[in-house]
């Protein structure tokens, strides 16, 4: 896509749903919005390595909000990030893919004021050699280990992200078997950080428990691949403010690209979703029904 083209698609997006600019000790954090931001930002991105073990690598892409550069262009390598503080996204990919692959998606998050972390996973990643369908189970300690890894950074004298970080604001979100990795975050124990989480095309193979958090599933309603009853069983078993998008005559992820039926009501419900959750924006929250029902092309449930 050209960058005006780009450009044009970020603004289309992020304008009606209003959104914006929200080791060792540090000094004083950068000062910033405490609430919501009001426009949206440059994209920065960076590349981070982490692992649990040897047998366990989990390189990681960032995205996130930059000082400089153009809204709606392409990500920055190595930005300087925008000022403030800035709550933490985990985003998990499905098997076989990639985090770039869903850059689409998180890089709109990231223009929207939230920093971004998407491991690949080990063993069921696009690229990798032993693949295990099975490792599935494994992936939410993964996660968890990235987001606790990042959290680290803002406490780490250099590191671009320290003080820039909202650490007491953490969400998941995910795809296919990332979605049940998002929800897998989220049983009995869960760390109270975790505030809400989207689970896309997913289910949950556990019990959610733990401190309360605000959870939204998005299906697509002729799904083969992962059942909309599999969405919905786990959707009925939350026991939090809890939403169900349903994108009608959809399939197991067309409408995660820009430009196909219910990408627009997607990426519209779901920021306003993490708007909320993560920064406890009201105004986001009254919008959510709205966001979801546009254009006629979704079936929309809630209680949040």
Known sequence: MQVNRLV?????LLMPVALAACGQAIAAPTPGPAAAPHQPYPVGVRTLTFGRGIARPLPTIAWYPAASGAVGAAPRRDAALADGR???????????SMPAHHAAITTRWAAAGFV??????????????RFDRADVRNQPAD??????????????????????????RLGAAGHSAGGFTTAGLFTPGHDARLR???VIAGGMRDTFGGPPAAM???????????????????????????????????????YMGPGHPGFDQFMGTATDFLRWALYGDPQARRRIPADARRGGVTQWTGRI
């Open 86 to 96: 800035f709550p933490i996204v985990l985003y998990s990919h499905g098997l076989h």
């Open 116 to 129: 971004v972390v998407a491991p690949a996973y080990p063993y069921t990643n696009l690229r990798t050699a």
């Open 8 to 12: 044009t698609a970020f603004l289309a």
């Open 216 to 254: 939204l599933f998005v299906h697509g309603g002729a799904d083969p691949t992962v059942l909309p009853s599999t969405g919905r069983s786990a959707y009925d078993r939350v026991p939090w403010p809890k939403a169900f998008l349903t994108v009608t005559g959809q399939r197991h992820g067309e």
């Open 196 to 198: 809400g989480g989207i």
């Open 143 to 168: 996660g968890w280990h990235v987001l606790t890894q990042v959290s680290r950074l803002d406490r780490v004298a250099g590191d671009p992200f320290a003080g820039h970080l909202d650490t007491t």
